[in-house]
């Protein structure tokens, strides 16, 4: 996937979560807790404990048939389909922070930093 598309995934994730469906929401927990495990296996933490509440909740969200619909996806083509709805469904909900001279998105709503060119708005004086 390129860089610009998990950018703009990660923005919508973190930043409008609230926008959802509950369905959305137990998918994409059980999603966060088998990435948190697989990256603790990594740095050697308890990984057994936490691979097995990450394999609990897939079992548990499972288990309704919308959610496990939405898991059988695999996390890849979660994320970039349901960021898409919500682009699609909550235009004006989703406030994209592009920066006014390269259009790279910023890391966060109200960021005045803009990560690709460095341009400061508030440097400008206005
Ligand atoms: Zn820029």
Redesign the pocket.
């Given at each position: 996937m390129p860089d610009r598309m998990n950018e703009l995934i990660r923005y919508i994730f973190v930043y409008h979560r609230h926008l959802l469906t509950p369905y959305e929401s137990a998918a994409a927990d059980s999603f966060l807790a088998q990435a948190k495990a697989r990256s603790a296996s990594r740095f050697g933490h308890s990984a057994e404990t936490m691979l097995q509440v990450a394999e609990e909740m897939k079992t548990l969200a499972s288990k309704d048939p919308v959610v496990k619909t939405l898991l059988d996806r695999g996390p890849d083509e979660f994320y970039s389909s349901v960021s898409l709805r919500l682009l699609r469904d909550h235009r004006g909900e989703i406030k994209l922070n592009l920066?006014?001279?390269?259009?790279?998105l910023c890391k966060t709503p109200r960021a005045k930093q803009?990560p690709?060119?460095?341009?400061n708005s508030r440097s400008k004086g206005h």
């Open positions: 920066c006014p001279r390269c259009l790279a803009r690709k060119c460095y341009y």
